[in-house]
DNA sequence: CCTGAATTTTACTGATTGGTACAGAATGTA
DNA sequence: TACATTCTGTACCAATCAGTAAAATTCAGG
């Protein structure tokens, strides 16, 4: 039986939810190989580049995921009101209804955000173009569409800090239920 | 001529910036004596604490800096309107129209905000309560009004955070004019 | 000037940091 | 079996970390 992928993507995941965690600077090397269950010279030898590869490897995944799972049926013009409400349900799931952080939106207020300003910046302006392109296909027009894609887009992310900071993840859910009735009433 | 504040006030503004640009763990003490001025024997000597003492001073001066700036106009209910106008306009200027980085809300999100859960949840639950407060001077109900000053002050957060990713401040001032919209035509 | 407290400088500690080097174990292949 | 490659555990490195201790200095009041 072949292995269908091999371990260095196996591990990024895990390696996501400790950056996730820790932040970039928090996650030292002894925290990372106790949850991944790697020694160091595996680490390096799937990471040559240290925690700066592997924080942009778990960006390329998460940046894979959103393109695949919720930014796809956006691009697609065949039922925009759908995909949108699609879309903040995938939402609500990956950030597990407010009780998980947003990693580049962490790593954006991080100063080690020019690190890795492409990814970030490609992340979030995706997200917006994407859904932006949905709700002109609902009949806004270009300033309007960007406009409210740009406020649905912060509203998740402060939504996500809000939760957290005063640690109820139901605001995440109320904001994710109000940008759909929005998004229906269309 | 006598010093109306002590030192240790008026290093707390330089360490505020120092956490907001680098972060509780990114902020070393090498950095922190380099910005203030003050070698590891003055810092300890005013922070017996160490970081988290300093944390500590800077979210209180925060803290007391939107009681007297942003909170009192709302919890006065005479003007409501321009009250929520006036806290709009001074949360612009404080967080330099979508430049500044909002520590509490950094620290949130950061594996830190367990050891400051107080300071940060009464942030913002301060500014929620008395930003419903006016609305509901408006003649908003209870649930309209909290669910109102919620989005606001989510939607300020998440401005920041995209302001920063996608480095466009004028994403913030989009957003803040836009809140001012909603009030003026409530 | 003297005294004592406030403050700062300097030197130091032990622990931890990210990262390297490399021997050897595991694994796949012929 | 034999060989080459991939992978991993361990020891180690210099740098930096937060924090301590105490001598040196500054400074105000009497």
């Given at each position: 039986?072949?292995?269908?992928?091999?371990e260095?993507l196996?591990?990024?995941p895990?390696?996501?939810?400790?950056?996730?965690?820790?932040?970039?600077e928090g996650a030292?090397?002894a925290?990372i190989t106790?949850?991944t269950?790697l020694?160091?010279?595996?680490?390096?030898h799937?990471?040559?580049?240290?925690k700066?590869?592997m924080?942009?490897?778990?960006?390329a995944?998460i940046?894979?995921?959103?393109?695949?799972n919720?930014?796809?049926a956006l691009a697609d013009?065949s039922?925009?009101?759908?995909?949108?409400?699609?879309m903040?349900?995938?939402t609500?799931a990956?950030f597990?209804?407010?009780s998980r952080?947003?990693l580049v939106?962490a790593l954006a207020?991080?100063?080690?955000?020019?690190r890795?300003?492409?990814a970030?910046?490609?992340y979030?302006?995706?997200?917006?173009?994407?859904?932006?392109?949905?709700?002109?296909?609902?009949g806004?027009?270009r300033s309007?569409?960007r406009s409210l894609?740009?406020?649905?887009v912060?509203g998740i992310?402060?939504?996500?800090v809000?939760?957290?900071a005063?640690?109820?993840?139901?605001?995440?859910?109320?904001t994710?239920?109000r940008y759909?009735n929005r998004i229906i009433t269309?």
């Open positions: 039986m072949t292995r269908v992928v091999t260095r196996d591990v990024i895990l390696l996501a939810e400790v950056f996730r965690e820790h932040g970039f030292s090397l925290i106790d949850r269950g020694g160091k010279g595996s680490l390096y799937f990471f040559p580049g240290g700066e590869e924080v942009a490897a778990v960006l995944d940046s894979a995921w959103f393109e695949t919720v930014f796809a013009p039922d925009p009101k759908s995909a949108i409400v699609g903040l349900d995938s609500d990956y597990q209804s407010g952080v947003c939106g207020i991080d100063h080690v955000r020019d890795f300003p492409d970030i910046k490609d979030f302006a995706r997200w917006i173009d994407t859904l932006a392109n949905a709700l002109r296909c609902l806004q027009n309007e569409a894609a740009e406020e649905i912060a992310q402060g939504a996500l809000l939760a957290r005063i640690d109820d993840p139901e605001i995440f859910t109320t994710i239920r759909k269309l």
